[in-house]
């Protein structure tokens, strides 16, 4: 009995030690800034210093249009915070460093592996804030990556699904290092070279910026259109849509890799928008079926993803 207990105090106070070494490590500036890891991973850090995450927080201060729940993305000393005793816009220090996406606490014996990848990028690259902000017509979207390859989100755009969605890391094809980069030898594992990353963006740039050129002229002729109107017209509501679709499809930015049949699917549906109210002419918009026809190998050669994604993710447990 008195060995139990004693077995007992033991465990209590080894958690409550590794407990408080893991408060001490989230809290120490050492370690949210990413020097205390920089001691013994110098070239990750070397390269993590040269990416976006690296200047999230300085691009989103920079942006002019910056709140502070925004840090939840662009600031990991934001991230570890209590609630109570987050920092703002103007007292946050650090940008997304090694601790907005791993968990670990190598001084407290904890691991620093992240589990579930594609989970956690997508708790910051999606556009609805986790589900919490749908993307209404006339909001400008912001990176909508989860949605992207869910397939959802989109304003009245019907669920198309990536056929990339079962491989479940984004990893297998953001290769570069701490980069995430994505490679063309990446795509080929899968593809075979079936498709390339600048075929896809052959058929999708061009669309996108014809949408953006048909858009912008027609917010400059309508100057007196109200965004925050209680009453709009019907052409007002078709440019809202578009514009909406147009945001979601750009800053995804893939440029139609991530999932070329739902950015097909919002493109249709933004031009079909704009050309039933006479905002725009067909011939403006060079959005037809026969992409469809020009991608079937790329199509194809999405058939075998599933599978090797299952075969990746069995051979990871």
């Known amino acids: 009995m008195k060995s139990s207990r004693i077995f007992m105090v033991l465990f209590i106070s080894a958690m409550l030690f590794l407990l408080a070494g893991g408060l001490v490590f989230a809290q120490d500036p050492a370690a949210i800034s990413g ?12 390269e993590w210093a040269t990416t976006r995450h690296a200047a999230a927080l300085k691009t989103l201060v920079d942006s002019g249009h910056a709140q502070d729940f925004c840090l939840a993305c662009h600031s990991t000393d934001y991230i570890l915070a209590p609630q109570g005793s987050k920092p703002t816009v103007q007292t946050a220090q650090y940008a997304l460093t ?6 670990g606490d190598h001084t407290a014996g904890g691991s620093a592996k992240i589990e579930n990848i594609f989970d956690t990028c997508t708790k ?15 909001s400008e979207a912001h990176h909508p990556m ?8 989109a304003p009245e755009v019907s669920g198309v699904p990536s056929p990339h969605l079962p491989v479940k890391d984004c990893t297998n094809c953001h290769v570069e290092g ?23 963006h052959k058929e999708v740039l061009p669309k996108l910026d014809a949408l953006k050129a048909v858009l912008d002229q027609i917010k400059a002729a309508h100057p007196d259109w109200n965004p925050q109107a209680q009453t709009k017209g019907d052409d007002q509501k078709a440019y809202e849509l578009a514009y909406t679709l147009y945001t979601f499809a750009a800053s995804e930015g893939s440029g139609g890799v991530h999932n070329y049949d739902y950015t097909y699917a919002i493109l249709a549906k933004a031009k079909d928008a704009l050309v039933k109210v006479g905002l725009a002419a067909p011939e403006a918009l060079p959005i037809t079926g026969a ?20 075969g990746i993710r069995k051979r990871m447990k």
């Open 124 to 138: 910051c690259h999606n556009g609805t804030s986790g589900g919490t902000r749908p993307i209404l017509p006339g």
């Open 35 to 46: 020097e205390k890891c920089k001691g013994c991973h110098g070239d990750i850090h070397a």
């Open 291 to 310: 992409e469809l026809v020009n991608l079937w190998p790329y199509l194809a050669g999405l058939a075998g993803v599933a599978l090797v994604g299952v």
């Open 98 to 103: 090694c601790l907005a996406c791993h968990p």
């Open 178 to 200: 701490h980069k995430y980069t994505a490679t063309q030898a990446a795509c080929d594992k899968c593809h075979g070279g079936k498709k390339t990353i600048e075929a896809v």
């Open 146 to 153: 989860k949605e992207m390859f869910m397939g959802e989100g």
